[in-house]
């Protein structure tokens, strides 16, 4: 049996695919690229993030259709567990796994099992880069923000346990990866399920022998505590570098959102790890801010809040998204809903407001003697790797160092 994968949306399905393609491998079938004509099966995990998202996911359906009419589709993800009857209808589409049936999706396909929805996360993590994995350690999500479809298309919060998630860290380190980023829909939740303790994982998977940076992805701001700041920063293998939500700089619309801290709270968090984390000789942390824009109810004057406090917690890079309306959610229903037009105008003044932050950001490392992970060559004849505090360094190719630490000034 000859299968083909495609990852649409976040880090988690990269993870999750990742697996996947380990798992059929495994079982004794033939892993052919995305593209090819003589695939028995096509796996497409899907996001449902934005509506875009969804036509994005119809359209690599189709298209894998088109290559073979004979192969089977399989279909999974987040797309396929919020509107998997609209899934079904498309022509070669043979499997719809929604996002909390994936433990099942292997078994189900190959016939040594059924399809049913999992009782706990799916343990997952990429594989097939030499220098970084991304460890899943937690699923779902139990806010309801008002503008988010996550707790249903991902469930509610849940998480591996932490003996599975040491297990899989022990995996990677075995492939002889020597960075691991932990990943999650909320990272810092993780515990919720097992009754475990964050700090106490994070403890363990610093001793786990092999495994020389990891990273956190997407932490609540109100889930990354002076407690776990503390023991990060007084020596260990994590990396200055966060990536946390913010959403809106307007408390008004953060409130009416249903997000669980205000800006007063957030520039304290960001201020506090600074101090924490910087001094002379050393770094400055990189902060990457998740930022929507066009919630409903946003003014002229409120996105203005947002911009401005943008500007003074001086993050090293924005993610920005333009608002999209869900069906379901709670901000799909409620007035002030933004013109199109005016969320792209936003985009763009917050995508140059980025560029200048960044720019400031790389500027205030000169001089600063950091330590590179260095990945694979470039198409250029270059290759390059990323500092503790995520600054790209590129470099001529030398073989030598493909997946070593190098020390360099920035």
């Known amino acids: 049996m000859r299968i083909a994968f495609h990852t649409l949306g976040c880090k988690l399905n990269y993870a999750e695919t990742s697996t996947y393609e380990r798992q059929f491998k495994a079982a004794g079938a033939e892993i052919v690229p995305w593209g090819s004509k003589d695939a028995d099966f096509y796996l497409i995990n899907t996001c449902t993030v934005t509506e875009h998202s969804n036509q994005k996911a119809r359209g690599e359906i189709r298209r894998a259709h088109r290559w073979n009419p004979g192969a089977k589709i399989i279909v999974t993800g ?11 209808a ?13 433990a099942s999706l292997v078994s189900a396909v190959l016939g040594t099992g059924t399809s049913s929805d999992e009782a706990n996360a799916f343990p997952a ?10 460890l899943k350690i937690q699923d779902g999500c139990s806010n309801y923000c008002a503008y988010c479809t996550v707790p249903f298309a991902r469930g509610e919060s849940r998480n591996i346990p932490a003996c599975e998630v040491l297990k899989q860290a022990r995996e990677i380190a075995a492939q002889g990866v020597k960075e691991i980023v932990l990943t999650g829909v909320n990272t810092g939740d993780f515990g919720r ?8 994982l994070l403890k363990a998977l610093n001793e786990v022998e092999g495994i020389e940076r990891y990273r956190i992805s997407s932490i609540e701001p109100n889930l990354i505590t002076e407690e776990i ?15 946390i939500p913010l959403q809106t700089g307007s408390d008004l619309l953060l409130k009416k959102m249903g997000r669980k801290y205000d800006t007063e709270f957030f520039a304290g968090r960001i201020r506090y790890i600074r101090e924490k984390m910087e001094g002379p000789g050393k770094g400055k942390v990189f902060f990457g801010i998740d930022t929507m824009v066009g919630l409903p109810g946003e003014t002229e004057e409120l996105f203005l809040e947002t911009y401005n406090f943008i500007k003074s917690i001086k993050p090293a890079f924005i993610h920005i998204f333009p608002y999209s309306k869900r069906p379901g959610t709670r901000a799909a229903a409620m007035p002030g809903q933004i013109p199109e037009r005016i969320k792209t105008e936003r985009v763009d003044r917050l995508e140059e ?29 270059t290759m390059s790797g990323y500092t503790e505090n995520y600054i790209k360094i590129t470099r001529p190719y030398d073989s030598s160092l493909t997946g070593q630490i190098v020390e360099i000034t920035i």
Request: hydrophobic share 35%; net charge neutral; charged share 30%.
């Open 78 to 88: 987040c797309y396929a567990q919020m509107r998997p009857d609209e899934i079904k």
């Open 229 to 243: 700041i503390d023991w990060i920063a007084s020596g260990t293998k994590f990396l200055p570098h966060f990536h």
């Open 125 to 134: 993590y990429s594989s097939g880069e030499r220098t970084r994995s991304f």
């Open 353 to 381: 407001l980025c560029r200048e932050l960044n720019a400031e950001f790389i500027e205030a490392n000169r001089g600063i003697k950091a330590r590179v992970l260095f990945e694979s060559r470039e198409k250029d004849g």
């Open 193 to 200: 399920s097992t009754s475990e303790s964050f700090l106490d």
């Open 90 to 102: 498309i022509e070669g589409v043979a499997y719809v796994f929604g996002a909390r049936a994936k």
